[in-house]
């Protein structure tokens, strides 16, 4: 979906966001939604730096599962990660500082 206005695009991203909802049978087996049709395909790109990123590995495929990058984190903040991912903003605090540090100190490789 493109924005046409682009001065608003960046600070409607959150409001447009619209997380799978994924719902579990009495059989305990995983299905999308019933309304959604069978043909949606989902594919998920994960952004490999965020593995250089010194925070726990679950915090890590939290952000990839979300479609996270180095560069959305900066851009977001802190309040908008914890938004988007349903955390603490304290937790979310830790994942932009640690993504800020190791873009200051060049640590991250491409």
Do not use: C, V
């Amino acid at each position: 979906m493109i924005d046409s206005d682009s001065s608003s695009s960046s600070s409607n991203d959150i409001d447009r966001y619209h997380p799978i909802t994924i719902i579990k049978d009495s059989n305990l087996q995983l299905s999308l939604l019933p309304s959604l049709p069978s043909s949606i395909k989902i594919a998920i790109w994960k952004d490999d730096r965020l593995e250089q990123l010194d925070i726990s590995k679950d915090l890590i495929e939290i952000l990839q599962i979300n479609g996270f990058t180095i560069e959305s984190i900066l851009e977001y903040g802190a309040s908008k990660i914890a938004k988007i991912i349903g955390i603490n903003d304290f937790f979310a605090q830790i994942i932009f500082n640690e993504t800020t540090t190791i873009i200051t100190t060049k640590r991250l490789i491409n």
